[in-house]
T-cell receptor, first 115, second 112 residues
């Protein structure tokens, strides 16, 4: 049973470009979460999605950031017009139905570097 | 606002010793408390978790102690090994609200 998969593992963008981060949840998991980790910091919640639905986006910056989890395919975290402050590790996690378990399983992360 | 606070920031332990990491939380609605282990360049891996209906949970060499009245919980790593050298994060969430609030992490170094 493959774990949570994220790609790319490393992404380099110049200021003003767009970054697209992809996440495939564990088999059987229908809930996806995105977290951001700055150097020497803990993970900060960004957004919680299930298929075709955003459940909680209270941690998402108001501008330039968006997320989706379509009926088919991976979840996408999109950052438009990246700035140097967006450089961080972005982790995706997945879980079974929240009413059954709080457990979240994390992917290896995408390390975004903005030049 | 940091909802979950960890201490100490870093820890050096001799092989075979006990590593103890503490966490404190503020939100009394939290009722799920996991610990994650993270190696450099990797994603966090769920180590052990506890709910407030028990005061202690043990899995192998890892034990969580939970003090509901003090709003604190701790991770004990018994017989620490060099392979345990990693960053450990505590977190908290409310049942049905899967937004995990993480502490800043503790770097544990186990020396031979």
């Amino acid at each position: 049973n493959a774990g949570v998969m994220q790609n790319p593992r490393h992404l380099v963008r110049r200021r003003g470009q767009e970054a697209r981060l992809r996440c495939s949840p564990m088999k059987g998991h229908s809930h996806v979460y995105w977290y951001r980790q700055l150097p020497e910091e803990g993970l900060k919640f960004m957004v919680y999605l299930q298929k075709e639905n955003i459940i909680d986006e209270s941690g998402m910056p108001k501008e330039r950031f968006s997320a989706e989890f379509p009926k088919e395919g991976p979840s996408i975290l999109r950052i438009q017009q990246v700035v140097r402050g967006d450089s961080a590790a972005y982790f995706c996690a997945s879980s079974p139905l929240p009413r059954d378990s709080n457990e979240q399983f994390f992917g290896p992360g995408t390390r975004l570097t903005v030049l | 606002q940091q909802q979950v606070k960890q201490s100490p920031q870093s820890l050096i332990v001799q092989k075979g010793g006990i590593s103890i990491i503490n966490c404190a939380y503020e939100n009394t609605a939290f009722d799920y408390f996991p610990w994650y282990q993270q190696f450099p360049g990797k994603g966090p891996a769920l180590l052990i978790a506890i709910r407030p209906d028990v005061s202690e949970k043990k899995e192998g060499r890892f034990t969580i102690s939970f003090n509901k009245s003090a709003k604190q919980f701790s991770l004990h790593i018994m017989d620490s090994q060099p392979g345990d050298s990693a960053t450990y994060f505590c977190a908290a969430a409310s049942w049905g609200n899967n937004r995990l609030a993480f502490g800043k992490g503790n770097q544990v170094v186990v020396i031979p």
